[in-house]
């Protein structure tokens, strides 16, 4: 296997012990190749909640940019739903599950497809 490979389990394994959520690997996969080079990179691969402008940044390049959402509160709502989802106090939330866990939400599947 190589480093992808092994990025995509360890995704899996925190969105089903962290986020309770059992992952679809086909859609996982995609999301993870879709986060490009990023998730190779200790600081781009992981979301800071705490920043508000990183907040905006996910806001605007991943769901209006790339999942063809309208700007609105609902998006920033999903993401710190997302947040809380994976847990506030968990260090590392890596940017690949919790894009996983926006396209879910937002059912933008087809997108990946």
């Given at each position: 296997?190589?480093?992808?490979?092994?990025l995509i389990a360890q995704y899996a394994n925190d969105l089903k012990n962290k986020c309770g959520m059992q992952a679809?690997?086909?859609?996982?996969?995609?999301?993870t190749?879709?986060?490009?080079?990023?998730i190779?990179?200790?600081?781009?691969?992981?979301?800071?909640?705490?920043?508000?402008d990183e907040l905006e940044t996910v806001k605007n390049?991943?769901?209006?940019?790339?999942?063809?959402?309208?700007?609105?509160?609902?998006l920033m709502e999903a993401i710190n739903k997302a947040l809380d989802t994976y847990g506030r106090s968990?260090?590392?939330k890596y940017r690949a599950v919790v894009y996983y866990m926006l396209t879910k939400h937002f059912g933008k599947e087809k997108v990946y497809g």
């Open positions: 296997m190589g480093k992808r490979d092994d679809d690997m086909d859609l996982l996969t995609k999301v190749i879709g986060c490009g080079p990023a190779y990179n200790a600081d781009a691969s992981t979301v800071a909640a705490t920043q508000a390049n991943f769901l209006i940019k790339k999942l063809g959402l309208a700007d609105g509160p609902q968990e260090r590392n």
